[in-house]
C-alpha cells in the first residue's frame, strides 16, 4: 500500500472521544440451565442514566454508543417497549450527548428463532421500529462485533445459539449478515441520512492459520456484497467501518493494523469503535497512551481516524463468572455500584485534550 508522506503532527485535527457502554446480553449456559449476561443491569447502568450520562460529558464525550436492548424492546413479534430507549434517548439529547444505538449486541429475545427464515424480517421490523420512533437519532450500530458472535455462537458453542465447529460457524455467519443487511435498509427505507456503523474487531493475523485476515473480515465484506453476493450485501449497508482492538499476544504495531484496513476498505471511513485491556502488567492510562500513539501514527501515515473511543467507560463485569469486577473503564464500581475513577484514565484524557489529540467539548 502507497501511503500518503507523514503530516506535520500539529497541522492534524484533534479527534472526537466517544464512549461505549458496556451492553452486552447474550445467553450462556450456566448450572444446568440458561443464564444472560446483561451488562446494563450488572453495571447498574439501567438505574444511573442519567448519572452516568453526566460522568460522560465530564471527561469531554463527543458521544456515546449505549444499548438498544432488543430482548427487552421487542418482547413478542410485532409488540416493542419503549420504557428503556424513550429515556435514553431522551437524556442524551438533554446532555447534548451524540448518541449510536446497537440495535443488536450478540443477544436476542426469547422468543425468536434465530436461524429461522423469519429472523431477518423480525430484526429489520425492530430496526424500523426504532428509525420511525426516534427521528432525532443519526447513527446507528446495527449489530456490535458479529465475527465474535459467529465464533462463540457458532464455532464454539458458547453462546446461544450453542452451534458447534465449521458447519454451525457458516449457518450462524451468513444467517448474521443476513439480519445486519435486512435492518441496515430497513433503517434508510425511513431515514435515508442514517449513517450505519459495524464495529468488528480487528486484530493482528500473521501466522493465525485458524483466523487469518480474510477470516476476520468475511462479515464486513458480505455485508459489503464483496463476497457471497447471494446473500444481497451492498455498500449501502455500511457507512464506516468500526475497528475494535484489544490486547493482542505479540502486542503488533497498531497502525499497522489501521494501515492494512484502509487498504482493504479504502472507500470507508474508519473508526476505533473500541479499546481497553491491556496485556498484564500494564495499567490502563498505559494502554491508552499506546493506543493513542499508535492511531496518531496511522494518522500522520494518511489514514484519517476521526474518532477514538475507550470501551467500556463504565468496568464491566466478566464474561465467564459475572460475579468477578473487572476494572477496564475509566469508572470502576463500588459493591454497591457506586462510580470511581479508575487508573487515572480522568486525568490521561484531559491531557489528550489539552495536548490537542483529543477535541474539546463544545458546550
Avoid at 458447534?164 to 445486519?180: F, H, N, P, S
Avoid at 493482528?204 to 483466523?211: F, I, K, L, S
Wanted: one cysteine or more; charged letters at 25%; aromatic letters at 12%.
Amino acid at each position: 500500500m502507497k501511503t500518503k508522506p507523514p503530516a506535520d503532527p500539529f497541522s492534524l485535527p484533534p479527534m472526537e472521544f466517544w464512549a461505549f457502554l458496556e451492553n452486552s446480553d447474550f445467553q450462556r449456559r450456566r448450572g444446568g440451565g440458561l443464564y444472560r449476561q446483561d451488562e446494563v443491569r450488572l453495571i447498574q447502568h439501567d438505574t444511573r442514566l442519567d448519572e452516568d450520562y453526566t460522568l460522560m460529558v465530564s471527561i469531554g464525550c463527543v458521544g456515546i454508543r449505549d444499548a438498544a436492548r432488543w430482548y427487552i424492546t421487542h418482547p413478542a413479534p410485532h409488540r416493542f417497549d419503549w420504557g428503556w430507549l424513550d429515556p435514553v434517548v431522551a437524556s442524551a439529547e438533554r446532555h447534548g450527548l451524540r448518541l449510536y444505538l446497537d440495535l443488536w449486541h450478540y443477544g436476542y429475545p426469547d422468543w425468536l428463532d434465530l436461524l429461522a427464515d423469519d429472523a431477518p424480517a423480525h430484526f429489520a421490523e425492530f430496526a424500523a421500529a426504532i428509525a420511525a420512533r426516534y427521528p432525532s437519532l443519526q447513527d446507528y450500530c446495527v449489530c456490535n462485533e458479529p465475527t465474535l458472535m459467529v465464533e462463540m455462537g457458532g464455532h464454539h458453542g458458547r453462546w446461544c445459539p450453542f452451534l458447534r465447529g465449521k458447519t454451525g460457524e457458516d449457518r450462524l455467519r451468513a444467517q448474521v449478515c443476513r439480519m445486519i443487511i435486512a435492518a441496515s435498509r430497513a433503517i434508510l427505507a425511513i431515514r435515508p441520512q442514517a449513517r450505519l456503523i459495524l464495529p468488528d474487531p480487528w486484530h493482528a493475523t500473521e501466522g493465525n492459520r485458524a483466523r487469518p485476515e480474510d477470516v476476520q473480515a468475511r462479515v464486513l465484506d458480505t455485508v459489503l456484497g464483496r463476497r457471497d453476493p447471494e446473500l444481497g450485501g451492498g455498500g449501502d449497508c455500511i457507512h464506516v467501518i468500526g475497528l475494535n482492538h484489544y490486547r493482542d499476544t505479540t502486542l503488533p504495531p497498531f497502525h499497522r493494523l489501521l494501515l492494512k484496513a484502509k487498504e482493504r476498505w479504502s472507500d470507508k471511513p474508519l473508526w476505533l469503535t473500541e479499546t481497553s485491556g491491556p496485556p498484564q502488567g500494564w495499567r490502563q492510562n498505559e494502554w491508552f497512551w499506546w493506543m493513542l500513539s499508535e492511531v496518531m501514527l496511522a494518522r500522520l501515515m494518511g489514514v484519517a481516524i476521526p474518532v477514538f473511543t475507550w470501551a467500556p467507560v463504565i468496568s464491566m463485569f466478566d464474561w465467564v463468572d459475572e460475579r468477578k469486577h473487572l476494572r477496564n473503564g475509566v469508572w470502576k464500581l463500588t459493591p454497591e455500584g457506586e462510580r470511581r475513577p479508575n487508573d487515572h484514565l480522568i486525568e490521561a484524557l484531559a491531557l489528550a485534550r489539552e495536548y490537542g489529540y483529543l477535541r474539546q467539548r463544545l458546550s
